[in-house]
């Protein structure tokens, strides 16, 4: 154990850790860990992923991730592992990283946590914490606990206070110490719910805003906060539940800044005002803040969507009034229908048409396509008769599984500019950084015609225009009118002509004389 794992506690300096399921905040969390000095064992019952893991890979693209993966693999504190049980035999401490889907009914789906916790039922060989890390419910931390006693067979009464004989006096009193630990079979659970967005994952660990740990023990407090100490942020200690919901009420309150800006960004558009600018000038405001005020095509992924649904149910059922929620969700869930109106709005009809893609990751930095608003486009320009020539710096491998290369449909391409060559239009739908250095004027001199619609507000409206694209983008005028755009013009001439109105304005009169 490294400097930054010692704790001067004997029973947290021999604690060992399992982190099972090998997912998006899984394996980051273990090599977190690793990397903080603690001996962590991988697990997840898929022999693939494991194996991969092993091979020194990651499954999923996530930067500065392998890099980490194979340092611990060579430094032996991080060790995969496809035998779950023997993971959770080995370890005190099991981080519950598994997945928690969306079911039929938009509740979230429990099984794999309920699995997890007969595991931990039939592997209790002494103290163990098992703290949840995946988002869940309110009130799943009781479910696990009852389960875990259930198939246990622990006293109910041992359970949750800590120190190993069933006496709550010790519980969660800050500065006493925690007792060496015991053999008998009890455990403690928590809550530490995971802030690590995708494509900043690694970051995001090993610079938190805060740490959130809910527990119901003195114990299980002190294990956490050795774990993250050395992370040097604020922690906030709560209850189980409480903690729970701290997780469901951020991702929501995210989620309504962004249908909040998306709505702000329709009212922009109706009355010529530029919603980047408005952004910016309500985010400076310290109690609004700037992050997550980009407008544009709306929020995906794995968490965002149903994570919102999940709280909504939770609310519902508890008989609470959920309708803001019920609004974001409306509101996100009409963005591509915005997008798409304007796509149609600038190539009048579709059918037929080529349609360059950029990016089909539901943001940047990712190669995941879960909820991806870029999909549910495409496959509705598909339907309308369009083709497409699609590209994406890391999501194409997992995009052919749910859209496969179609000759003459979809067409997937190795660059941004083998994507607009003929194009009739290119549409912008993740914000990937090479993107933005894409050189706009190769871009449209290798179209068939310079049509850009923005799903991001990537490009800068005047940058576009004078590159000679007609832009378009989300909540913002297209500035069309200050620099007029030239279409059946040679393409070097157009890009000279489109340099300036100026010599956009002598290049028309050029033309006009020529036809008379
Ligand atoms: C999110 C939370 O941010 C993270 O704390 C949690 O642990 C997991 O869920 P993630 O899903 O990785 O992380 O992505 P995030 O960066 O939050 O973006 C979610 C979606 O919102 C993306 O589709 C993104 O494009 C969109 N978004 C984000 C916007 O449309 N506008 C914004 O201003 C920010």
Not at 16 to 39: F, N, Q, R, S, Y
Not at 190 to 204: D, H, K, V, Y
Not at 208 to 230: C, F, K, Q
Not at 398 to 417: D, F, I, K, M
């Amino acid at each position: 154990m490294s400097d930054l794992g010692r704790m001067g506690n004997s029973s947290v300096e021999r604690t060992k850790i399992a982190v099972l399921g090998m997912g998006h905040v899984g394996l980051p969390t273990a090599l977190g860990l690793a990397e903080l000095g603690w001996d962590v064992i991988g697990a997840d019952s898929n022999p693939e992923t494991v194996a991969t893991l092993k091979s020194g890979k990651s499954w999923f693209y996530e930067p500065d991730l392998e890099p980490l993966l194979q340092k611990h693999l060579a430094s032996g504190r991080f060790t995969p592992s496809d035998d779950v049980d023997g993971a959770i035999a080995s370890a005190t401490v099991l981080f519950v990283c598994v997945g928690t889907p969306q079911g039929d009914d938009g509740k979230a789906d429990l099984t794999q946590i309920e699995s997890i916790a007969r595991m931990v039922a039939r592997n209790l060989n002494g103290y163990k914490l098992i703290v949840e890390k995946s988002t869940v419910p309110a009130i799943t931390a009781q479910w696990v606990k009852k389960t875990i006693a259930r198939y246990s067979r622990v006293e109910p009464s041992l359970v949750g206070k800590g120190n190993g004989h069933g006496n709550g006096s010790q519980a969660a009193k800050p500065g006493k110490r925690v007792r060496a630990a015991s053999t008998q079979p009890y455990f403690d659970v928590a809550s530490n719910p995971e802030f690590l967005q995708e494509g900043r994952a690694i970051e995001n660990f090993f610079k938190p805003d805060r740490i959130v740990i809910g527990v119901e023990s003195e114990r299980a407090r002190e294990l956490l906060e050795a774990i993250y100490r050395p992370l040097n942020c604020p922690i906030v200690v709560t209850n189980i539940t409480t903690s729970e919901l701290i997780k469901h009420a951020a991702n929501a309150f995210l989620s309504t800044k962004i249908s909040f800006i998306n709505m702000v960004s329709d009212i922009c558009e109706a009355v010529g005002a530029d919603v980047v600018n408005v952004a910016k000038g309500i985010g400076l405001d310290p109690r609004i803040g700037t992050g997550f005020l980009s407008a544009g095509i709306g929020f995906g992924g794995y968490c965002f969507p149903k994570d919102l649904r999940a709280f909504m149910h939770l609310g519902e059922e508890h008989g609470a009034d959920c309708a803001l929620l019920k609004e974001v969700e409306r509101i996100n869930l009409r963005r591509t229908d915005i997008f798409l109106k304007k796509v149609r709005k600038a190539l009048w009809v579709p059918q037929g048409k080529t349609i360059a893609v950029l990016g089909l990751a539901f943001k940047p930095r990712t190669d995941d396509i879960r909820e991806a608003p870029a999909l549910k486009i495409i496959k509705a320009l598909l339907k309308e008769g369009a083709s497409v020539r699609v590209y994406d710096p890391e999501a194409m491998p997992n995009a052919r599984h749910v859209l496969p290369e179609e000759p003459g449909r979809v067409t997937y391409c190795r660059t941004a500019y083998e994507t607009a060559t003929g194009a009739h239009a290119l549409l912008l739908l993740t914000e990937w950084k090479e993107f933005k250095e894409l050189d706009l004027h190769r871009v449209r001199d290798l179209m068939e015609v310079p049509i850009l619609v923005d799903g991001r507000n990537l490009y800068d409206p005047a940058d576009a225009s004078r590159a000679g694209f007609e832009y378009h983008s989300m909540g913002r005028d297209s500035v069309l009118h200050h620099f007029p755009v030239l279409t059946n013009v040679r393409p070097a001439v157009r890009r000279r002509q489109a340099a300036t109105p100026a010599k956009l304005e002598k290049a028309t009169t050029k033309l006009r004389a020529v036809a008379n």
